[in-house]
């Protein structure tokens, strides 16, 4: 099983950035899709952004703000992070679909379609 290993998170004011990053454990990992979800203290897991074959798909909360990229073989998975609220703060985590692939656009994949996923990585948003 593909490990995946996220980094970057901290402490910023509102209105700095991040950059998240989300590694495999492998050179190549074979993905249709992947995803960065969140999770807020006392609040569901949520979807902020998915990169697959037919592109990028962000939440409402985050879209013009964050950007997700990935390199070529998928190895590293990027969430840029801009102009971040308190609202933003919380566990970030790193998703990916080990290679299974679902007869849906990547941009609607839940939970359940993620096969992988890592330990999260903490951002605070300070006023």
């Known amino acids: 099983q593909v490990r995946l290993l996220e980094s970057g998170g901290g402490s910023v004011h509102t209105g700095g950035s991040l950059r998240l990053s989300c590694t495999a454990s492998r050179d190549r990992y074979n993905a249709y899709c992947m995803a960065w979800f969140r999770q807020a203290p006392g609040k569901e897991r949520e979807a902020v952004a998915f990169?697959?074959?037919?592109?990028?798909t962000y939440s409402d909360a985050v879209k013009g703000r964050f950007i997700i990229s990935q390199t070529a073989g998928k190895k590293n998975t990027y969430l840029q992070m801009n102009n971040l609220t308190i609202e933003d703060a919380g566990m970030y985590y790193c998703?990916?679909?080990?290679?299974?692939?679902?007869?849906?656009?990547?941009?609607?994949?839940?939970?359940?379609?993620?096969?992988?996923w890592g330990q999260g990585t903490q951002v605070i948003v300070s006023s």
């Open positions: 990169i697959g074959s037919d592109g990028t």
């Open positions: 998703a990916g679909d080990g290679g299974r692939w679902y007869p849906r656009i990547c941009g609607v994949y839940g939970e359940a379609d993620f096969h992988d």
